[in-house]
């Protein structure tokens, strides 16, 4: 059975910085990161391929956020640095055979993790 459990989220303050990780139950897939706002539809943030050699960020937390893996753990990990209020959100953590930005192609999704970004 496929699972994705996230965690790390919380409440910080703008400029802050928080890692969410993502712990898998299976290894040599693609994963991403996304998210939801209150009132808005979820959006791509970062995704990583199933061997690590590709990366992809949206444009608004390139610079900011550093998706990586640790495969020993089948765990995924989403640095988030200098947070901005903006950010705030629940965030995702989703798998793939292959790496994509579109949310509909992802099959498997975690509950996800509240993120709060305080001004």
């Known amino acids: 059975q496929v699972q994705l459990v996230e965690s790390g989220g919380g409440l910080v303050q703008a400029g802050g910085s928080l890692r969410l990780s993502c712990v898998a139950s299976f290894s040599t897939y693609a994963m991403g990161w996304f998210r939801q706002a209150p009132g808005k539809e979820r959006e791509f943030v970062a995704a990583i391929s199933w061997n690590d050699r590709s990366t992809y960020y949206a444009e608004v937390v390139k610079g900011r956020f550093t998706i990586s893996r640790d495969s020993a753990k089948n765990t995924v990990y989403l640095q988030m640095n200098r947070l901005k209020p903006e950010d705030t959100a629940v965030y995702y953590c989703?798998?793939?055979?292959?790496?994509?930005?579109?949310?509909?192609?992802?099959?498997?999704w975690g509950q996800g993790t509240q993120v709060t970004v305080s001004s």
């Open positions: 989703a798998a793939n055979p292959r790496i994509t930005v579109y949310s509909d192609e992802y099959n498997y």
